[in-house]
């Protein structure tokens, strides 16, 4: 498969290297390949895991309350209500960055081809039923530090593409031919959007994507097992696809389809384990994959972020399911739910604006889900440079320590 760009999921391409020599950009972020030191170090970070989750066992449960209530949230928030007119939007890097060719402008991230490399850089823009909902407050920000510390911690499944974290907004990738398909894998029967299981469920379907699926299943419900119902893209909708049809159309090879699909469903049960040892539910997420110029398949794009992956919390999940009541979600399903109430997101050429307060407690539940799974404290960019400054300004330097 050649090297090219595709529409709104053009190559998001990943793969650890370094670490960078020069001493110019000893202050930026980085992750390391797989060697065997790095195995040794994976082995201690993952035993230095285990032994916090079992420290925290003893710790009261996760609960929507704590949390939406809490000092963190107090402290926060004032920053987040500042922010609502200076999301990061748009980028422009063809204009201020040398070197780099072309920009395509996907749902969330701005990509720029610089020639070996990709940039990437994660805007504050919101998407869900194919189009732009809303911009919400560092959200870039999170989905960029909370990837990275995905793919970190999974390089003992798959490797991914990761280069450079140049910026808290930014991954420099190496390109690689993106597969066409998107891997989403579910636990639950759930879901809003018109390829949801649920929405498909209801409508009487009892084979999705390959999947045979019983009687008398209910929102909400969790799934005997995992499944996977991968999607491909026709204009600007996803489709749902089967593994044959995936196959016989030639989007990719029975061989590569095979290990995407044992290292997505390896993925997701590694993302369960997680999130169930941090008081959280995995319910669903998507994966993409690109092949190397090595011939090896990489995990690309995003990894288990509020926006590829849906969250509930795991206390009251039981208890709420047997009383008919929507899980609590830490997720973007409130406003995909709000839009649903008060429009046709799939239909309506004009959107109506989200309102501010659910715009600022969506921005407040990316923060939180980060440092839950991460236990990283989020660090509020400083304000000193404007955005587009700082990252064209790291984007340059970075690129000219690649060359």
């Known amino acids: 498969m050649a090297e090219s760009t595709r529409g709104l999921n053009p190559p998001k391409t990943l793969k650890p290297k370094f670490p960078i020599r020069n001493t110019l950009l000893s202050s930026i972020p980085h992750f390391t390949t797989t060697t065997k030191s790095n ?31 809490g000092p963190r949230k107090e402290e926060l928030f004032g920053a987040i209500t500042k922010s609502l007119a200076y999301c990061l939007s748009e980028t422009n890097l063809q204009l201020t960055v040398p070197g780099l060719k072309s920009k395509t402008r996907g749902k969330v991230r701005d990509i720029y ?11 504050d823009r919101l998407s869900a039923f194919d189009r732009i909902l809303a911009s919400i407050p560092f959200k870039g920000q999170v989905l ?52 949801s299981l649920w929405t498909v469920y209801k409508k009487g ?14 929102k909400n419900q969790k799934l005997p097992a995992n499944i996977l119902t991968p999607t491909t893209k026709a204009a600007d909708h996803d489709v749902p696809v089967t593994p044959d049809e995936i196959i016989s159309s030639g989007l990719m090879t029975e061989a590569d389809y095979e290990e995407a699909s044992r290292k997505a469903l390896s ?24 092949k190397g110029r090595d011939g090896s398949i990489l995990l690309i794009d995003e990894v288990h972020t509020p926006d590829s992956s849906r969250y509930w919390i795991a206390h009251s999940y039981e208890e709420r399911f047997k009383n008919g009541l929507e899980p609590e979600n830490v997720d973007k399903e409130f406003l995909r739910l709000w839009f649903k109430d008060h429009c046709d997101p799939y239909k309506d050429k004009v959107l109506p604006d989200a309102p501010e307060e659910l715009v600022s407690e969506l921005a407040w539940r ?11 404290k989020f660090k509020m960019p400083s304000t000193e440079e404007p955005i587009h400054d700082r990252i064209s300004r790291k984007v340059a330097l970075a690129l000219s320590s690649l060359k």
């Open 39 to 69: 195995s040794k170090k994976l082995s201690t970070v993952s035993l230095s895991i285990m032994a916090d989750q079992n420290q925290r066992r003893d710790q009261k449960p996760l609960t929507l309350d704590a949390f939406g209530n």
């Open 113 to 123: 081809d610089s020639g070996d490399y990709l940039v990437l850089v994660t805007t």
């Open 144 to 195: 960029n530090q909370a990837s990275l510390w995905w793919f970190d911690n999974t390089l003992h499944i798959t490797p991914n593409a990761v280069v450079l974290a140049p910026d808290e907004n930014v991954t420099i990738a190496k390109k690689c031919s993106v597969f066409p398909v998107e891997f989403v894998v579910r636990g639950y029967v759930t879901g809003s959007t018109d390829t």
């Open 205 to 218: 379907v009892r084979n999705y994507c390959g999947n045979a699926l019983p009687e008398g299943l209910v």
């Open 267 to 290: 993925l997701f049960e590694y993302g369960q384990r997680v999130a169930r040892e941090h008081g959280l539910i995995l319910v669903d997420t998507k994966y993409e994959f690109g």
């Open 366 to 376: 990316y923060i939180f889900l980060y440092e839950t799974i991460t236990k990283f």
